[in-house]
């Protein structure tokens, strides 16, 4: 004990020098919004490098449930394009969006790190500015929607999840005219409840929860779910849903990030008559 503070005592200069840098630096980060995107960027970059050989490892253990997932996905994907060829309506679609500019591409990448039982969840993704993916794109999975990409950097994105209070996704019932926003309440990962659906609703069971198509981020019909139970809301006008989420989050290992190409186009004009209303 003795010659550690006499090692101390003879470094101190050192030392005191080593905890002012460190002060200093977070400081300037602190105060700095400009420092603070950097450093943020640099650190994602970074520990998306690290996330990335740790899922090296992870991905051999949930490989069965992985194989399971695909193997599904493929087969929707078979039963989808064989259901198109007998409807000539989806046929029709198709040539078209040959012929002209497809509205949405989906841009492939893996999972590298995830959180699923916090209050506020996110994962991250090893594609980046790089690949086109930018802030605000929605995310799916191989079974239904994942969440909204939050954050960039060259090579890797996070994306938060719908397991996260400030995420609302406007969703409705299959084959009805009513929407709300879906929201998660920090409990079991496997639920969210769709909120402010009229209760005049004949709610049926097991009915298919999916993206109502309104805004810029998700097509229409994007699978979330399916109706678990359903209460009325305190001033009986309106109903709470409990919604079985159809994407396992311990098991997902590839998503989709799905890019507009009318967006700019859409939100441009919207924003023309925001800007004509106020005036």
Not at 68 to 79: F, G, M, P, R, V
Not at 126 to 152: D, E
Not at 223 to 242: E, N, P, Q, R
């Amino acid at each position: 004990m003795i010659n550690l503070w006499r090692f101390i005592s003879r470094f101190n200069a050192f030392f005191f020098l080593i905890i002012y840098l460190v002060i200093s630096i977070t400081l300037l980060i602190k105060n700095n919004d400009f420092q603070k995107a950097s450093v943020y960027n640099s650190s994602n970059e970074i520990i998306g490098g690290i996330y990335q050989k740790v899922n090296i490892v992870n991905k051999y253990l949930n490989l069965n449930l992985v194989n399971d997932s695909l193997a599904k996905e493929n087969i929707s994907l078979h039963n989808q394009l064989k259901s198109s060829f007998l409807n000539d309506s989806i046929v029709t679609k198709i040539v078209t969006d040959t012929i002209n500019k497809v509205k949405y591409e989906y841009i492939l990448s893996e999972v590298v790190n995830k959180s699923i039982t916090s209050r506020n969840n996110y994962l991250t993704i090893n594609r980046g500015s790089k690949a086109g993916i930018k802030k605000g794109m929605g995310v799916i999975g191989p079974n239904g929607i994942v969440g909204i990409v939050w954050n960039v950097t060259k090579n890797f994105s996070s994306i938060q999840s719908i397991l996260h209070e400030d995420t609302r996704i406007t969703s409705s019932i299959e084959g009805s005219p009513y929407f709300g926003p879906l929201i998660w309440e920090g409990k079991d990962p496997n639920y969210v409840t769709l909120t402010d659906i009229p209760n005049q609703l004949n709610l049926k069971p097991k009915a298919r929860v999916v993206t109502s198509g309104l805004g810029v981020i998700f097509p229409k019909g994007v699978l979330i779910g399916i109706v678990d139970k359903a209460g009325v809301k305190g001033g009986g006008s309106f109903l709470d849903i409990s919604v079985k989420l159809s994407t396992n989050f311990y098991a997902i290992e590839y998503v989709y990030v799905i890019k507009n190409n009318y967006q700019t186009e859409q939100e441009t004009l919207e924003d023309a008559n925001k800007e004509s209303v106020n005036d």
